[in-house]
């Protein structure tokens, strides 16, 4: 077993474990939580660079649906140019896996004192930790390999910090970890039966698009990372309604277009969009826990419910394996940086 196999391999018992702790009483205090900023519900500001960005995209959805204001914003944007955006009301989560990256460093230094910062992180000890005035642990363990499951455990963790901020108890959105931990599970068993039809119909494309919309953009966005990280392939994430303003024309059947198509306000318009690209001679792989009968130019991947925004949980570890055997095909160890480390320390 590969060692990034072997980190995707952990995401279901990490999960339980996380919502063990995260259930537990005092493990987000809502009290100090209150008093980092001076008007309730605060505006809140996530920021974080690549899969620590895009875990914010549930809780993100999650907030705004419940009318909580909520951003997601990339920290180097944040630092550079958007600064004066924060305020006394402006609730600021730092997320980072290592919590040392260059545009976490340089925000940190960039904030003024008075500034209050929540960190999720998986370093305790790390510079993003001792600045925190209140820190969330991702409890993800070592990640030796690309972001797999401190993804996984920043989406789960910054999810209860959601339901903190927004007032409501945490009984479904553990309800739904648990089930997605067991739907990951399956996944993980069932792996050489499921992978080898996926990864002969994605093959090597030349292009890979990878679409959805609300809080499964986390998807999109997660699965294009691992894409090129790991199987080095150029894979673009893009919201669906956006790729019919003017990306549409590029269909072609060389082309790889991947599409997460949940239940919810959108999961209809993202079935249309397959079935236009699959018409226009594009081949699609569609996730989705819906109905979706025409199999020309798709291959269909059917999914388990999961309700929340949790879906990406389980998602992405299709895309963690597909990425992970397409680049075995390629000759590639899967996992292994070529030219970017671990930890960016230069912006």
């Not at 927004?166 to 309800?175: D, F």
């Not at 959108?266 to 969009?273: F, M, P, Q």
């Amino acid at each position: 077993m590969s060692e990034l196999l072997d980190e995707i391999s952990q995401q279901p018992a990490l999960l339980l474990g996380l919502r063990k702790y995260y259930t537990s009483p005092g493990a987000i205090p809502v009290k100090a939580l209150r008093k980092l900023v001076r008007r309730w519900p605060p505006t809140v500001v996530f920021t974080g660079m690549g899969s620590s960005l895009f875990a914010a995209c549930p809780a993100q959805a999650y907030l705004t649906e419940h009318g909580v204001r909520a951003v997601v914003w990339e920290t180097a944007e944040l630092v550079h140019h958007h600064l004066k955006f924060l305020g006394a009301d402006t609730l600021l989560v730092v997320v980072s896996r290592s919590g040392q990256t260059a545009e976490v460093v340089r925000l940190l230094k960039s904030l003024p004192a008075k500034a209050r910062v929540l960190a999720v992180t998986n370093v305790e000890a790390s510079p993003l930790s001792k600045c925190a005035n209140l820190l969330l642990p991702m409890m993800a363990g070592p990640q030796a390999t690309v972001a797999t499951k401190t993804y996984t455990c920043s989406v789960a963790v910054l999810m209860y910090l959601a339901f903190a901020i927004a007032g409501k108890p945490t009984g479904p959105l553990t309800q739904e970890l648990m089930f997605a931990a067991d739907a990951e599970e399956k996944i993980l068993e069932r792996r050489e039966e499921l992978m080898p039809p996926i990864v002969e119909f994605f093959g090597r494309p030349p292009y890979v698009a990878l679409m959805s919309r609300g809080a499964d953009l986390a998807t999109a966005y997660q699965g294009a990372l691992m894409l090129k990280e790991v199987a080095r392939l150029a894979a673009e994430p893009i919201s669906a309604a956006q790729f019919r303003h003017g990306p549409i024309e590029i269909v072609d059947p060389s082309h790889r277009y991947i599409l997460f198509a949940r239940q919810g306000k959108t999961a209809r318009l993202l079935l249309k969009l397959a079935d236009d690209i699959r018409n226009s001679g594009g081949r699609v792989l569609l996730f989705t826990d819906l109905p979706f009968d025409n199999l020309t130019n798709v291959r269909l991947i059917r999914l388990e419910h999961v309700r929340l925004g949790m879906g990406t949980l389980v998602d992405n570890v299709y895309m963690q394996l597909l990425a992970h055997d397409t680049a075995l095909h390629a000759g590639f160890v899967p996992g292994k940086f070529k030219i970017a480390e671990n930890v960016t320390r230069e912006e």
